[in-house]
């Protein structure tokens, strides 16, 4: 068998073995055997402090470089 087939096999059974471990888990089932496709429980009588937290959460993550940017701007002089 030469090098280069045998590099192909290999690089092939690596690729499956990565495939396979892409697949989703199982779907979450709290105590009481009900499905939540979401790591965490819906807030149904929460939803506006549930979506206020979120878009501060969100909005935080998404402003942080353009605050890193500013300060690296401010630093330098400019």
Avoid: C, N
């Avoid at 697949?23 to 790591?39: D, F, T």
């Amino acid at each position: 068998m030469s090098f280069s087939h045998a590099s192909r096999s290999t690089a092939r059974a690596r690729s499956v073995i990565f495939r396979r471990q892409l697949h989703a888990s199982h779907g979450v089932r709290s105590p009481h055997g009900e499905y939540h496709h979401l790591p965490f429980a819906w807030p149904h009588d929460k939803k506006t402090s549930f979506a206020l937290k979120l878009t501060a959460y969100l909005g935080f993550g998404f402003a942080i470089p353009f605050i890193a940017g500013a300060y690296q701007l401010k630093k330098a002089g400019a």
